[in-house]
């Protein structure tokens, strides 16, 4: 897990989270298939927890070109949230 400093414009309202950044965590691996199957878009997502309240959850994660970006926003568009 690294330090990962959350965007400004987030609504998790801290300044940073722990992110596991590990390209074959089964997490990360699995989620390419599980959105593909149930929302039809490549996109995937990493395990973070917020250390300021023990809240765990994904990070989305979007695949654009040949870098990767960490995107919150991509997954709230795409499930309508």
Same mark, same amino acid.
């Given at each position: 897990?690294? @330090?990962? #400093?959350?965007?400004?414009? /987030?609504?998790?309202?801290?300044? &940073?989270?722990?992110?596991? &950044?590990?390209?074959?965590?089964?997490?990360?691996?699995?989620?390419?298939?599980?959105? @593909?199957? @149930?929302?039809?878009?490549?996109? /995937?997502? #990493?395990? #973070?927890?917020?250390? &300021?309240?023990?809240?765990?959850?994904?990070?989305?994660?979007? %695949?654009?070109?040949? /870098?990767?970006?960490? /995107?919150?926003?991509? &997954? %709230?568009?795409?499930?309508?949230?």
């Amino acid at each position: 897990m690294k @330090k990962w #400093r959350c965007p400004p414009a /987030s609504s998790w309202n801290v300044e &940073f989270q722990y992110v596991c &950044f590990n390209d074959e965590c089964p997490y990360y691996i699995n989620g390419w298939e599980w959105m @593909k199957e @149930k929302y039809n878009h490549n996109v /995937s997502y #990493r395990y #973070r927890i917020n250390p &300021f309240n023990n809240e765990s959850g994904p990070l989305p994660v979007c %695949l654009t070109g040949y /870098s990767i970006i960490e /995107s919150f926003k991509a &997954f %709230l568009d795409q499930t309508g949230n």
